[in-house]
């Protein structure tokens, strides 16, 4: 049996939880910590052991007890800057461009060789120059995914700092994460970019051994995220942009990480990122690893640098997996689709930034420049966005994410038994739940008109377009239970195979149409859903009515704005002035006090002075592609002394007239036929018609206006409108015309003010505007 030999003296000031622990060799009650500092041996026989722990600084970063003694008894790193590298970084070259060394060493040699012995290699030179240029070209504009990863990756890429300070007006960098920690992996700070201000936040690699040991590679703890979320706060506070930089193998997985909420760090990130009011963008300018890039990437513009990387698991990671072998990373890059133009193509970066050939490396400040030119065009873009649209373009960012399937057809028999997808069935809507809906949006209306606003259009439109679907239920619903089903149906596929032929309807069919649409009107009252259905139509008439007039309202309202703003334009014009200004000097020079006393020679003037003036606003009228019918200063005078408006009743007599007989021709059923038929043939047409359906809309076309100018030129209404015409060329014969008197017109000082005119255009058959 195994003795062990100790000093009594070393169980001293043991605690007794201490000597309840047990070693693996059956000694109990002998402390480990105590056993570091004594000896023990198993002697047998043959052999003996004799072992000794051995005391191993305890590795501190990246959670050091007191990292700077500045700060007593604190945990913060006190303003660390991007200091300039004292040494030269050193010459990095990666294995594929080996070949382009080769060829820089032959230049070197050349040139070397013409120094020392005096002879002219200049072609020799210039020639290798020019073939090292075209290899780097072609080197670089045919990288492979691995290869990208690798230029990600280089010792020599500029950091997050680095552009910072080359993009930036002024850059003040921020610390702490408020809760007794600064994680310099993750640096924030307040910059400015031509003027505009942008709170900055990225991962910070290290340019050397030693930063990257500070730095702890660029791999955030949760302090760090912690610490940009709460300069997101500030930023959305504040109302700054926030533009974020992402160059991060991903987030740093220790235990202590994971005792202090690492995953619960990121997930806060991206739950706040999506809630925030201003633009963000973000840019990975290496490589953008897992959770540990995306906690601070949920922008509403994902860009990347052309060499640039973003990945769920690195290729080394995934050969790892899926393959059992690191050395197949080549296979899991070029699988993983993780280069900026592939991520582009699936919708999740939004824009490539340009490197230089050979990479960010080789020219930093070029690089900067071309990511500051991409943050003021994302920004120009974002900030056009107020808060709703911004929050929605952000989230359909990440929403539509997923959606692809590169070229690979679906296999016809998982094609069959895939579910399909719901539809939402109409109609379902309870009376109740629509009444009080209605009800809503009645009184939104209301409050509208009498606040002089415009009613809510977009829920107006809604309800528009829910009615419709709730009354085409209903009358599907009625079409069932009056069992007109099958009538309809066989209906239907007549019309179908009469279309199919090319063919004008036949008038037998467009009688059966017309008889079973007249039944199922007749019989609508019977069918057991007819409440519903009749309410569903009143409502949807009635909010049909409002849109309509909302739009009218809307239009002339706009119309006369821009009729306003062109008379305007016009009246300050130096040349209208003048003409104002010398027509009122013209009537206060002459003084007289009515028409009488004035000279031929000064009215003509007057007159046509005023005939100018006139034309000028009725030109800009006729600009607007507007009819002018009257354009006078003063047209309440104007129309008790003219004449024309004593026939108004009869016009208005003779327009009711011809209107109803219009309307009585059109409900006839044979051109009602007619014109049904027209609708079916240019339905069928669509938007492009061919030959044959074009000729057959212009033949229904022609018959219709034929038949309608053969009612209107009847000879009872052509009589009517004859005598009308004698009568008001009579009238204004008497009259003398408009320009007739003076006397009415410039009575008053000032009576030529543009603002007091009014303006009268017919719109086309339908309308007017005053």
């Known amino acids: 049996m195994a003795s062990v030999s100790h000093s009594p003296a070393a169980f001293s000031g043991t605690s007794a939880s201490d000597l309840l622990r047990s070693s693996s060799n059956g000694v109990s009650g002998i402390p480990l910590r105590t056993l570091g500092r004594a000896r023990f041996s198993s002697k047998t026989r043959d052999f003996s052991v004799v072992a000794k722990i051995r005391k191993v ?17 604190g945990v913060l790193t006190h303003l660390s800057p991007l200091k300039p590298l004292k040494d030269k970084p050193k010459l990095v070259t990666l294995d594929f ?46 990288l492979t995914p691995i290869q990208r990863v690798n230029i990600a990756r ?6 997050f700092l680095d552009h910072v300070f080359s993009i930036t007006d002024k850059f003040v960098e921020l610390h702490g994460d408020r809760a007794g920690y600064d994680d310099p992996a993750i640096v924030t700070g307040i910059g400015t970019i031509d003027g505009r201000r942008y709170m900055f936040m990225g991962h910070q690699k290290g340019r050397n051994t030693k930063e990257n040991i500070m730095r702890n590679f660029g791999m955030p703890t949760p302090h760090g995220y912690r610490k940009a979320l709460r300069m997101m706060y500030y930023a959305d506070h504040h109302g700054f942009p926030i533009v974020t930089f992402i160059d991060t193998p991903g987030a740093y997985a220790d235990l202590k990480s994971e005792e202090l909420g690492q995953g619960e760090a990121i997930a806060h990130n991206l739950r706040t990122m999506f809630g925030l009011k201003v633009p963000i963008v973000s840019i990975v300018i290496g490589e953008g690893g897992s959770g540990g890039a995306l906690a601070i990437g949920c922008a509403n513009k994902l860009l990347m640098l052309e060499n640039a990387v973003f990945y769920v698991a690195s290729p080394e990671a995934c050969a790892a997996i899926l393959w059992k072998t690191a050395k197949a990373s080549p296979k899991a890059a070029e699988k993983l689709k993780i280069t900026a133009t592939e991520l582009c193509k699936l919708q999740i970066a939004d824009g490539v930034i340009p490197e230089p050939l050979g990479g960010a490396h080789a ?11 991409a943050i003021n065009d994302a920004m120009d873009e974002l900030q056009k966005m107020d808060t709703q649209e911004l929050l929605k373009h952000r989230m359909l960012k990440f929403r539509k994410i997923g959606g692809f399937q590169e070229g690979i057809p679906i296999d016809p028999k998982r094609k069959i038994n895939m579910k399909k997808k719901e539809e939402p069935v109409a109609g379902k809507t309870p009376v109740l739940e629509l009444e009080g809906e209605v009800e809503k949006l009645k009184q939104q209306i209301s409050k509208a008109k009498e606040s002089s606003s415009k009613p ?32 309809f149906e066989i209906l239907r596929k007549e019309i179908l195979k009469e279309n199919s032929q090319d063919q004008l309807m036949h008038p037998v069919l467009m009688d059966k149409i017309e008889k079973l649409k007249n039944e199922f009107t007749r019989n609508l009252s019977a069918a057991p859903n007819f409440g519903s259905l009749k309410y569903k139509l009143d409502m949807l008439k009635e909010f049909s009515k409002a849109k309509n007039i909302s739009e009218k309202n809307s239009k002339s309202v706009t119309l006369k704005q821009d009729i306003n703003k062109k008379l305007k334009e016009v009246m300050d014009r130096p040349d209208m002035k003048e003409k104002i ?22 009215k003509e003037r007057i007159v046509t002075m005023r005939k100018e003036i006139k034309v000028e606003l009725a030109n800009v009228l006729k600009s607007m592609g507007l009819d002018v019918e009257i354009v006078s200063s003063k047209a309440k005078e104007l129309g008790e002394q003219n004449p024309l408006l004593d026939f108004k009743a009869k016009v208005e007599s003779l327009k009711e007239q011809t209107n109803k007989k219009i309307e009585d021709l059109i409900n006839s059923s044979d051109l009602k036929n007619m014109i049904e038929l027209l609708k079916v043939e240019v339905a069928k047409a669509g938007k492009k018609p061919d030959v044959a359906s074009k000729n057959k809309i212009e033949a229904l076309e022609q018959q219709i206006k034929q038949r309608l100018s053969a009612a209107i030129n009847s000879t009872e209404l052509k009589e009517k409108h004859e005598e009308l015409r004698v009568e008001i060329s009579e009238a204004v014969e008497h009259a003398g015309g408009l320009d007739a008197s003076l006397k009415n017109d410039y009575s008053e000082e000032g009576s030529s003010k543009h603002h007091g005119s009014r303006v009268e255009i017919n719109l086309g058959a339908n309308r007017s505007f005053a």
């Open 57 to 73: 600084k305890k590795h501190e970063y990246p959670w050091p007890e007191n990292p700077d003694p500045n700060v007593p008894g």
């Open 97 to 142: 461009e080996k070949p382009l060394v080769d060829l820089e060493k032959k230049i070197t040699d050349v040139r070397k060789m013409a120094n020392d012995t005096g002879l002219d290699f200049t072609d020799q030179i210039i020639s290798l120059e020019n073939k090292y240029q075209q290899a780097l070209k072609d080197l670089y504009t045919h």
């Open 154 to 159: 280089h010792p020599n890429r500029p950091t």
């Open 363 to 373: 020219d930093p400040s070029w690089t900067s420049q071309q990511i500051k030119n």
């Open 456 to 487: 809510p259009e977009l829920a107006l439109n809604e309800m528009i377009e829910k009615l419709k679907r709730e009354v085409d239920f209903e009358f599907s619903e009625a079409v069932k239970a009056m069992g007109y089903k099958d009538r």
């Open 581 to 602: 200004e010398a027509l009122k000097a013209e009537v206060q020079m002459l003084g007289a006090s009515n028409e009488g006393k004035l000279d031929e020679e000064a």
